[in-house]
């Protein structure tokens, strides 16, 4: 990539040329692929079924076969008794003795021509001959029946009556012939469709049964919560009135609330069941606040716009759940500690993590006093250790460490960075330390990696191996000394701070775009590149990888790990993608944003993703469901920008701050805004 490119470009893979350019003489160049022909190579001939239908038309099934320099030129059939002429063509004896009676010139070339001047051609017709003779042979008895008709060959009525009842009957049997073969291929694919059908009615009736059972847990746990609402009621009425008065209320209405036994026995009974769930929602919505009812509508709001996210969502929970017991001998109809099947519990923290959030909202924007600089694109956003530092890099040149809470909540003209460390190159990628505060590495595009001490402002470490720029780089969180880097000289190097040379080397056949520590094991390297697969490597064994996972159809921009086992990655072909790197399985795709060329930014906490887009919007995901859960545009709100610019910006980094919902967002023009997702 050019100095003045606008932003960093995803390597990818160029495919070879298939084969190369021929240009001629005059200058024409013609391009010569797998599909395409020499430019000399003559037309394919035609079938020649069809030659023979055609020359069967002109005059004679025997025209088909035979070549046509067999045929006599006046009547256009196969040459009997042929004669040669004087001037060097050949013709049936009784067509030209027929011809030379009315004319003395050659039918051919119009030479004069005489009975004296015609000769007997005894090679050629010995020739045709032998030809008629073997086409005679290989015919099929439809052909030999018709060329004796054609022929003029003398048959009777009653012969004829007879082959006609036998042509009828053999029609009649082909007829029901094809009929039965109809039906069987019909027969065959209703067979097919009700298996079909059949499988999927019984995968309902056990989707119906989850359900039964989970709604009749989820009622049981409902009325218990209701009874324990109702004592502590009771109790805080006991507390606030006076004790007469009190006392006297609190038996009033306990009077009228089912004890707590009662309630346990009548959970059993269907129809007091739903009685007293009826009797819950009436005083739930008594006492619901206006403020709690609103947020309560547009969470199931949102329930229904992604219904069938949330649909397959929890049937494949419970589906995994019931799988996972049966392989483990277990009990199928196991609880957990609220009375809730397998399965279910999960299900209800997805639903609630997903419809607690609808959108991003901004709390707050870091003005760093660059926005005056024609190039200022942000690369990489981390937080450190504790959350309470992020810092920002890009091709400024510079790595700048803010304080989050000052951000948040000083409202300055500018907002000045505690610490500014000067680079040689660009910058593409940060990593703190998670276990030592003061520690931050850096990859630049000259292909360093260093290893930088915060409260110094000095580098500690400079690694230069790399042959071209350095993508990213990532340390342990396990091996605090251990950090990887991938470049674009296709290779991965593991480093130790003690040591100045790397520790690793793993060649690769493509560019690296990403590299990512398991965060549980110091051992186990995820590897992004531009061969558009995701390399899963154990460090013990680097001659080939634990697992290469496949799916994406461009370059891999990004991989991150949002647990122990999953591993989330990003593409430019507009995907982002979910794996079990325990089970090396593909969970699930997602889809909305648009990214094709430019690296966007994209980070992960435990239950969601978010990345950048091209379209100059920050899209966050949950885990659990493939379409996005809201999406944020970045526009400078102290200068604006104008709707082509707009147009032009993409989202350049993007950083969760831990597992809370807040995150800092920035894009190719320099803004940096601090988001937080809400209702």
């Not at 010995?126 to 003029?152: D, I, W």
């Not at 059949?198 to 009874?227: F, G, M, P, Q, T």
Request: glycine content about 4%.
């Amino acid at each position: 990539m050019s100095e003045n490119a606008l932003g960093a470009l995803v390597p990818s893979v160029k495919p070879d040329s298939l084969m190369p350019s021929i240009s001629s003489s005059t200058g024409l160049v013609i391009e010569v692929g797998p599909e395409a022909a020499p430019p000399d190579q003559p037309p394919e001939p035609s079938h020649p079924a069809e030659e023979g239908g055609e020359a069967t038309e002109q005059g004679g099934g025997d025209v088909g076969v035979l070549d046509k320099e067999f045929q006599c030129p006046i009547c256009m059939q196969i040459m009997k008794d042929a004669f040669l002429t004087a001037c060097g063509h050949s013709y049936c004896y009784m067509c030209i003795a027929t011809h030379l009676r009315n004319k003395n010139d050659c039918p051919r070339c119009g030479r004069f021509l005489s009975n004296s001047l015609i000769f007997p051609n005894f090679a050629l017709d010995k020739l045709v001959k032998k030809m008629s003779s073997q086409l005679g042979r290989n015919s099929t008895p439809f052909e030999c029946l018709r060329k004796a008709l054609t022929q003029g060959c003398e048959v009777s009525i009653k012969e004829l009556n007879s082959l006609l009842s036998l042509l009828a009957e053999k029609k009649r049997k082909m007829e029901q012939d094809e009929s039965e073969a109809n039906m069987q291929i019909l027969l065959e694919f209703l067979y097919c469709l009700r298996k079909q059908k059949l499988e999927e009615l019984n995968e309902i009736k056990n989707h119906l049964r989850y359900i039964k059972e989970d709604i009749k847990a989820v009622e049981r746990r409902r009325v218990d919560l209701y009874c324990t609402k109702g004592r502590h009621s009771t109790r805080l009425r006991m507390v606030a009135h006076d004790s007469a008065t009190a006392i006297v209320c609190s038996r009033n209405t306990f009077s009228s609330i089912p004890s707590v036994s009662g309630m346990q026995d009548d959970v059993n009974d269907p129809v007091n069941c739903q009685r007293l769930l009826r009797d819950a929602a009436f005083s739930c919505t008594e006492l619901e606040h206006p403020a709690q009812a609103g947020l309560n509508t547009a969470r199931k709001r949102r329930i229904h716009m992604q219904f069938n996210e949330l649909q397959e969502c929890y049937l494949q929970k419970r589906h995994l759940a019931k799988q996972s017991c049966r392989e483990e001998d277990g009990d199928l109809n196991i609880v957990s500690k609220i009375g809730y099947h397998p399965g279910l519990e999960d299900f209800q923290s997805v639903l609630s993590t997903f419809t607690r959030y609808s959108r991003l909202k901004v709390i707050a924007e870091l003005r760093h006093g660059d926005i005056f600089h024609s190039v200022n694109i942000i690369s990489s956003i981390e937080f450190d250790r504790d959350d309470e530092l992020f810092a920002i890099a890009g091709v400024s040149r510079r790595i700048k460490v803010f304080e989050f809470s000052t951000v948040v909540n000083e409202a300055t003209a500018v907002h000045c960075p505690i610490v500014e460390m000067a680079t040689r190159s660009k910058l593409s990628c940060l990593s703190w330390n998670k276990c030592t505060k003061n520690h931050i590495a850096s990859s630049d595009y000259e292909g360093i990696v260093t290893v930088w001490d915060v409260l110094t402002c000095q580098s500690i470490m400079e690694y230069e191996e790399h042959e071209k720029r350095a993508w990213s780089v990532d340390f342990s969180r396990n091996e605090p000394s251990m950090l990887v880097s991938g470049s674009d000289d296709c290779k991965v190097k593991i480093w130790c701070t003690k040591q100045e040379e790397s520790v690793i080397n793993i060649d690769l056949k493509a560019n690296i775009c990403s590299v990512k520590f398991n965060p549980g094991s110091s051992i186990h390297v995820a590897v992004g590149s531009a061969d558009h697969d995701i390399h899963y490597y154990d460090l013990r064994n680097i001659s080939q990888p634990v697992h290469v996972f496949t799916g994406h159809k461009k370059a891999v921009s990004y991989v991150k790990f949002m647990s122990n086992n999953e591993l989330a990655s990003a593409s430019t072909d507009s995907t982002l993608r979910l794996w079990d790197v325990k089970e090396n399985l593909p969970i699930r795709t997602y889809k909305g944003h648009m990214n094709e060329k430019n690296f966007v930014g994209f980070t992960v906490n435990r239950d969601y993703i978010a990345c950048g887009s091209e379209t100059n919007d920050v899209f966050v995901y949950h885990k659990a469901i493939p379409r996005p859960a809201a999406r944020h545009k970045i526009i400078s709100s102290e200068f604006g920008e104008a709707e082509e610019d707009i147009r032009s910006c993409f989202i350049s980094a993007v950083s969760w701050k831990s597992d809370s919902p807040t995150m800092i967002a920035a894009n190719s023009q320099g803004t940096i805004k601090v988001l937080a997702l809400s209702a």
